[in-house]
């Protein structure tokens, strides 16, 4: 089969397209033909093993698993022993540790959701790492069960942030997307009450308050974002970027180590592959409730390209692969 093999760390030039033997699936597991792959944030972490801690788990002179992707839709192709949730010729979507650019992975049968009819492979495939990011700062930050909560989105327009302007709406917030001044419309036409446009304003300089931030951009030192949370206002820190060999390792410390200071207002969040949260977004895509962003689609073969493109533009949502 095909697949988008890195043999190294490096830039996009590491990257082959080129035949690997087709995965076996293992007892529990299930064999995914691919139809759609997203790109995200960490496959460029993958990519460059940067921020350098990352190779601690990644495998620290090259990669341990050489094939990119984590975020998956298709339909089951095989299943492995032991398997009866799923069938051949299912329609499903995953969260996978890494090889998902490829024509098949091979994905445990817990980590599969269902594919509602309505809903494309391309739209399917999005929901993984950032539609399950979005969805688990939202209830991180109790926005699911407190309607009509003031929630600010720091980095409103890229992959997470399109969802978590349209969830906070679901779940009966006003919202407020920080994003460029490119991307406001498009923010506002997800459901924004209002924009705030960081390239001509700062926000840490207005008086609005905010009974929840989720800050997907790390644009600013956590002081000055404390003082825009109301008296009981809630912080999310869903990493940034951050320095070449510790990444966003700093900030997030320093909320762990000051959170019990303020009450657990300052939170950090670690989004977790969760079955259930793929099922739980399908459905609200396939009720018409969320509308996933594909800023592009791109054949699997120009997989370094279209990340070339993620790394040197800011996203519009999603970018995602077709196979
Ligand atoms: N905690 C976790 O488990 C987890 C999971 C997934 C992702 N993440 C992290 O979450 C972050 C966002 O991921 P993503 O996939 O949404 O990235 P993305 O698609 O690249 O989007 C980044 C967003 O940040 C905005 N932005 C850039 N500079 C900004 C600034 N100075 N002020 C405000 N916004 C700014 C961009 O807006 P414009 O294009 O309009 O400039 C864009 O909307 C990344 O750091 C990623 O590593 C964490």
């Not at 739209?123 to 069960?145: C, F, I, K, N, W």
């Amino acid at each position: 089969m095909k697949a988008i093999v890195q043999d190294t760390y490096g830039s996009t030039d590491v990257l082959r397209y080129t035949d690997v033997e087709r995965p076996d699936p293992g007892a529990g597991e299930v064999l995914v033909r691919v139809r759609a792959a997203a790109l995200n944030h960490g496959d460029r972490v993958d990519l460059h093993g940067i921020p350098a801690i990352a190779r601690l788990v990644l495998g620290v002179r090259r990669p341990r698993v050489p094939i990119l992707g984590r975020a998956v839709a298709g339909t089951v192709e095989r299943i492995g022993a032991n398997v009866t949730a799923w069938r051949p010729g299912d329609e499903v979507l995953a969260e996978t540790v890494k090889r998902a650019f490829a024509e098949y992975v091979a994905v445990p049968a817990t980590a599969l959701a269902a594919k509602p009819e309505t809903v494309t492979f391309e739209q399917a495939a999005t929901l993984p790492v950032s539609g399950t990011t979005a969805l688990q700062a939202m209830r991180l930050a109790g926005v699911d069960t407190t309607p009509g909560r003031s929630v600010l989105i720091n980095g409103a327009s890229g992959g997470v942030g399109t969802f978590a302007v349209q969830l906070a709406k679901v779940y009966g917030a006003h919202v407020t997307g920080v994003c460029s001044t490119r991307n406001a419309e498009h923010v506002r036409a997800l459901g924004a009450d209002r924009i705030v446009d960081y390239t001509r304003e700062d926000l840490t300089r207005g008086t609005g308050r905010f009974d929840v931030i989720v800050d997907l951009a790390g644009s600013h030192p956590l002081g000055e974002m404390r003082r825009l949370l109301t008296p009981d206002g809630v912080y999310v820190a869903s990493s940034g970027t951050g320095g070449p060999l510790l990444g966003p390792l700093p900030r997030l410390l320093a909320i762990v180590v000051t959170a019990p200071l303020r009450g657990g207002r300052l939170r950090t969040l670690t989004a977790r592959p969760n079955a259930a949260d793929l099922a739980t977004l399908a459905g609200l895509v396939a009720a018409g409730r969320l509308t996933p962003v594909v800023e592009r689609t791109r054949p699997l073969s120009e997989t370094a390209d279209a990340l070339r493109v993620l790394e040197t533009e800011h996203a519009r949502g999603k970018t995602v692969l077709t196979v």
